[in-house]
């Protein structure tokens, strides 16, 4: 039964802090971190690789139903026996996996791998955009960060080394209103997500906070 998992769904757009707060919390609580931005991230790298247009939806469909996703707890990220972990956050794989994730087909796949994942292991900190509404409504703390705009692009300028912030702020726009406004489970707040602001906070002031509502929990 799901409910007896300890599951804690971290959701919201990119910059808002969600990966660092995530791994962060999971340390604190000693469970195990679940980046599912990685796992849309990887399809995309898939199918780029296979010359598969990231339009082409029974295709790419079935790259995700087969490709094999090693998320190592270290950060790196093996795509079918390659390391891909710079590659799945460059910006050929950043302008196609809004069209990727927009694909129901791969939504439902990468959807039950996420849930088999919490299962096998009693829990977990999940971070993505459907967590709490879709992965898993019935998580122990669903948390909805988020953050100015201008400060979710400065965090992303730092992350990716090749861009500039013009071209970050401007991709990350673009990628909030196709994630905000796609048919199939849509970037949005579960109704009882505690929502957190972190623009103004450090991450470890957001991870006390969110160890503080866990633990009150349980
Ligand atoms: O968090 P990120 O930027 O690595 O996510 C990459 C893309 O995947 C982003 O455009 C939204 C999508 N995504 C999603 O639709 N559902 C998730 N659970 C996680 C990410």
């Given at each position: 039964m799901d409910d007896e998992l300890t599951v804690v769904a971290i959701d919201g757009p990119a910059g808002s802090g969600k990966s660092t707060v995530a791994r962060k919390l999971a340390e604190a609580l000693e469970l195990e971190y679940l980046d599912t931005g990685a796992m849309y991230r990887s399809v995309t790298f898939a199918a780029l690789a296979n010359g598969?247009?990231?339009?082409?939806e029974d295709k790419v469909a079935a790259v995700a139903r087969e490709v094999r996703i090693d998320l190592d707890p270290d950060g790196s990220v093996v795509v079918d026996g390659v390391d891909a972990t710079t590659q799945i956050r460059g910006p050929e794989v950043s302008r196609s996996v809004s069209a990727v994730a927009a694909n129901q087909a791969v939504r439902s796949e990468l959807v039950s791998r996420q849930r088999e994942w919490a299962r096998r292991r009693g829990g977990g900190v999940l971070e993505g955009r459907?967590?709490?509404?879709?992965?898993?409504?019935?998580?122990r703390l669903k948390v909805y960060l988020t953050a100015d705009p201008e400060v979710r692009a400065s965090r992303r300028a730092r992350e990716v080394t090749d861009l500039d912030y013009g071209a970050v702020a401007a991709d990350l726009a673009r990628r909030d209103q196709v994630d905000s406004s796609r048919r199939h489970d849509p970037l949005r707040q579960a109704d009882d997500a505690i929502i957190v602001d972190t623009s103004q906070l450090t991450i470890d002031e957001v991870v006390a906070l969110l160890v503080e509502k866990v633990d009150g929990g349980r």
């Amino acid at each position: 039964m799901d409910d007896e998992l300890t599951v804690v769904a971290i959701d919201g757009p990119a910059g808002s802090g969600k990966s660092t707060v995530a791994r962060k919390l999971a340390e604190a609580l000693e469970l195990e971190y679940l980046d599912t931005g990685a796992m849309y991230r990887s399809v995309t790298f898939a199918a780029l690789a296979n010359g598969i247009d990231p339009d082409d939806e029974d295709k790419v469909a079935a790259v995700a139903r087969e490709v094999r996703i090693d998320l190592d707890p270290d950060g790196s990220v093996v795509v079918d026996g390659v390391d891909a972990t710079t590659q799945i956050r460059g910006p050929e794989v950043s302008r196609s996996v809004s069209a990727v994730a927009a694909n129901q087909a791969v939504r439902s796949e990468l959807v039950s791998r996420q849930r088999e994942w919490a299962r096998r292991r009693g829990g977990g900190v999940l971070e993505g955009r459907d967590i709490g509404t879709v992965v898993f409504p019935s998580a122990r703390l669903k948390v909805y960060l988020t953050a100015d705009p201008e400060v979710r692009a400065s965090r992303r300028a730092r992350e990716v080394t090749d861009l500039d912030y013009g071209a970050v702020a401007a991709d990350l726009a673009r990628r909030d209103q196709v994630d905000s406004s796609r048919r199939h489970d849509p970037l949005r707040q579960a109704d009882d997500a505690i929502i957190v602001d972190t623009s103004q906070l450090t991450i470890d002031e957001v991870v006390a906070l969110l160890v503080e509502k866990v633990d009150g929990g349980r």
